[in-house]
């Protein structure tokens, strides 16, 4: 759903971007109560992790294909505010290296890819997990719900911003019957994806899963050679972590798999255009659509330029782009960490 250059007009990218300013903003300053010494190395990875996937799109109709936003996975490992920073550091990378989504759009597909998802998904989610028994299979559950009501909320919020300032004059009905339909499609494959990746971490790691932060689990003791729920004090322990799954074992695990992800499951993909480039195509929104600004990049079109082979230059172009987004987004959330810890100095409060 990277919306390019020219679909629509500058005054609404223009309002758009203040918009997602804004988001941008909000997000730092609430990070600070989601990042830790913990969250903050996972919150680069998702980042990564969302790079990776976004270049695996796989078919959903005849012609069509889909791939990962991730907000509602980032949203619902990391917290809403860093799953927004999360999901904006993938889209100013694949903007400004790769010339995927238009520079002066990336008001607007922060805005909708970022803001949206996130905010829908995890409002969703939390609304679910507190009517569902409490339990991590309820919390793969919601995450499913969460993922898949958000692509379908990010194709409705495109449409409105088309409503708005689409430089073609197609009927918006038309449109948003299109985009929504398609966008379901790809909601099941968004929602697939984020409860097998919420559900690989819980099982590792749920202390690290924002989203599961609330979950309880009675203690039990073994008692004359039975086990016996422990008393009522020792019920609102927090389930203790596994002791298998360490931080940086989680870490490196999940650095490996982008990487193999981008730099080599990426060649198998779908070639067929994802559902926005499709209903563009189809209903004229793309009549005036412009070359992007970065189409001389050295990563223009997810390969390296200069390498003849084909599977040799994306496997390169997905695995610097695996590395810089990790580090960037890495570098974000320890700053935004690093504001915390500042925040809370006994200089800044007044101890």
Same mark, same amino acid.
């Given at each position: 759903?990277?919306?390019?250059?020219?679909?629509?007009?500058?005054?609404?990218?223009?309002?758009?971007?203040?918009?997602?300013?804004?988001?941008?903003?909000?997000?730092?300053?609430?990070?600070?109560?989601?990042?830790?010494?913990?969250?903050?190395?996972?919150?680069?990875?998702?980042?990564?992790?969302?790079?990776?996937?976004?270049?695996?799109?796989?078919?959903?109709?005849?012609?069509?294909?889909?791939?990962?936003?991730?907000?509602?996975?980032?949203?619902?490992?990391?917290?809403?505010?860093?799953?927004?920073?999360?999901?904006?550091?993938?889209?100013?990378?694949?903007?400004?290296?790769?010339?995927?989504?238009?520079?002066?759009?990336?008001?607007?597909?922060?805005?909708?890819?970022?803001?949206?998802?996130?905010?829908?998904?995890?409002?969703?989610?939390?609304?679910?997990?507190?009517?569902?028994?409490?339990?991590?299979?309820?919390?793969?559950?919601? @995450?499913?719900?969460?993922?898949?009501?958000?692509?379908?909320?990010?194709?409705?919020?495109?449409?409105?911003?088309?409503?708005?300032?689409?430089?073609?004059?197609?009927?918006?009905?038309?449109?948003?019957?299109?985009?929504?339909?398609?966008?379901?499609?790809?909601?099941?494959?968004?929602?697939?994806?984020?409860?097998?990746?919420?559900?690989?971490?819980?099982?590792?790691?749920?202390?690290?899963?924002?989203?599961?932060?609330?979950?309880?689990?009675?203690?039990?003791?073994?008692?004359?050679?039975?086990?016996?729920?422990?008393?009522?004090?020792?019920?609102?322990?927090?389930?203790?972590?596994?002791?298998?799954?360490?931080?940086?074992?989680?870490?490196? @695990?999940?650095?490996?798999?982008?990487?193999?992800?981008?730099?080599?499951?990426?060649?198998?993909?779908?070639?067929?255009?994802?559902?926005?480039?499709?209903?563009?195509?189809?209903?004229?929104?793309?009549?005036?659509?412009?070359?992007?600004?970065?189409?001389?990049?050295?990563?223009?079109?997810?390969?390296?330029?200069?390498?003849?082979?084909?599977?040799?230059?994306?496997?390169?172009?997905?695995?610097?782009?695996?590395?810089?987004?990790?580090?960037?987004?890495?570098?974000?959330?320890?700053?935004?960490?690093?504001?915390?810890?500042?925040?809370?100095?006994?200089?800044?409060?007044?101890?």
């Amino acid at each position: 759903m990277h919306v390019p250059d020219g679909f629509i007009n500058a005054p609404t990218s223009a309002v758009a971007g203040v918009v997602a300013a804004g988001a941008v903003a909000v997000s730092l300053r609430g990070a600070r109560r989601e990042l830790d010494e913990r969250t903050a190395p996972l919150a680069g990875l998702v980042a990564a992790f969302i790079f990776a996937v976004q270049m695996l799109n796989f078919p959903v109709a005849a012609g069509t294909s889909g791939h990962l936003l991730g907000g509602a996975l980032a949203a619902i490992l990391v917290g809403p505010y860093t799953g927004v920073l999360c999901v904006s550091v993938v889209l100013l990378m694949q903007g400004v290296l790769f010339a995927d989504g238009g520079l002066t759009a990336l008001g607007v597909n922060i805005t909708v890819m970022a803001v949206v998802t996130t905010v829908v998904a995890y409002t969703a989610f939390r609304a679910l997990v507190k009517v569902l028994p409490n339990s991590r299979r309820s919390v793969t559950v919601a @995450s499913f719900v969460a993922a898949l009501l958000s692509v379908p909320a990010a194709a409705l919020a495109f449409t409105l911003v088309y409503w708005i300032g689409g430089t073609t004059e197609v009927p918006i009905g038309k449109v948003a019957t299109a985009m929504v339909g398609v966008h379901v499609l790809i909601g099941i494959g968004e929602a697939v994806i984020t409860s097998l990746t919420v559900g690989a971490v819980l099982a590792v790691r749920p202390d690290l899963v924002h989203g599961a932060r609330g979950l309880r689990q009675k203690l039990r003791l073994r008692v004359n050679g039975e086990l016996v729920d422990a008393p009522d004090a020792e019920e609102e322990r927090t389930a203790p972590v596994p002791a298998g799954a360490s931080r940086r074992t989680l870490w490196v @695990s999940g650095l490996v798999t982008s990487l193999v992800l981008a730099g080599f499951v990426s060649f198998y993909a779908s070639a067929s255009p994802d559902g926005l480039e499709k209903v563009a195509a189809d209903k004229g929104i793309d009549a005036k659509a412009r070359e992007h600004a970065a189409a001389g990049s050295p990563l223009a079109d997810y390969g390296v330029k200069d390498v003849a082979d084909a599977r040799l230059s994306g496997g390169l172009a997905g695995v610097i782009g695996v590395g810089v987004t990790v580090v960037a987004g890495s570098a974000v959330f320890w700053a935004v960490r690093r504001r915390r810890t500042d925040d809370a100095s006994p200089a800044n409060t007044g101890v």
